[in-house]
């Protein structure tokens, strides 16, 4: 086990790597590059040539990367040319508000898509099958942001149940804070909703014919036995896998839901870094968006082997 989980945290570590090399070539390969950004309207080669010596824009580019990396081991990711705020600050200030956001909509789709998916693989071909598999295939459909402006027109302006937008933190104002987030959750799960339906629906299927489950059944098991302790427990990995797979869907969804409904998280940070060409701030924003999917896949790859315990004694072996 310990071996297993030592294989997969070495893997993790050598794809941040990647990553952030990825993010450092990235950032460096924007038109007009960053020196020019910091000079905004200034077209002075003098004033250029400045700033790129202040950076370290004029040393090459495997010392700037390794002297970035240095400071980002050690939590300094730079400062905001624009605000001159510490970009490991502004980070360590969103961080919370979109992890809320991500863990409200991972619930709601929990909570949507497996029972959806139980139903509809408990009697396939059905009404219950069909009316899961159209509301999946809606939730699929509907872009965030149009699904985002329907409930602000109807639940906020129609209605007035739910404020249409902002942010109240949570330790200051919970049910305020309830209020606000509700609708944004709701908004970034409905598509994850779906995916986790389907998958439930497929695997739970396929247990349903397995020959455990005839086994159980025809021990006179009660179907809530059958279904939930044998058929959804052993198809928990195919819907782990999808949870940590969508994670990237969710961080690209965090964009659009947070600037829709005014929150000041993550999403809305990269679009005003990107229209103010903040390069310290993405590059800072990129580079925690990689680290958080890189951990998330770690942790479905260890709830693999507590969920299967095949897979730690094949990872063993190996």
Known sequence: MIWHLARRAGAA????????????????????????????????????TAIEHKYGFDQPI????????????????????GTG?????????????????????LLVAVLLG?????VAARRPGR???????????AGLSIPHFWFGI????????????????????????PWGNLEHMLMP??????????????????SVMEALRSDYVRTARAKGLSEWDV????????????????????LGAVIAGVVTVEQVFDIPGLGRLTLESVFSRDYPMLQGVVLLAATGYVLANLLVDITYSVLNPRIRVAGAAT
């Open 227 to 246: 279904v939930g302790r044998h058929a959804l427990r052993n198809s928990l990995i195919t819907v782990v896998t999808v949870l940590g797979l969508q």
């Open 185 to 202: 959750a709701v908004v970034l799960g409905a598509g994850f909703a779906a995916v986790v339906m389907r998958q439930t629906r497929s």
């Open 85 to 105: 705020l510490s970009v490991s600050a502004v980070l360590a200030d969103r961080i919370p508000v979109t992890l809320e956001l991500a863990l409200l909509a």
């Open 114 to 118: 497996v029972p959806a998916g139980v």
């Open 150 to 173: 329907l409930l602000i027109l109807g639940l906020s302006v129609g209605l007035h149940l739910l404020p249409a937008a902002g942010f109240v933190p949570i330790f200051v104002d």
């Open 127 to 137: 009404a219950g099958d069909y009316l899961a598999s159209a509301t999946a295939l």
């Open 62 to 81: 495997v010392v700037q990367y390794w002297n970035w990396l240095g400071l980002a081991l050690r939590g300094d990711l730079g400062q905001s040319p």
């Open 13 to 48: 570590l050598l794809t941040l790597l990647l990553a952030s090399m990825l993010v450092f070539a990235a950032v460096r390969a924007l038109p007009g590059g960053p020196a020019v950004a910091l000079a905004a309207e200034s077209n002075d080669p003098a004033v250029i």
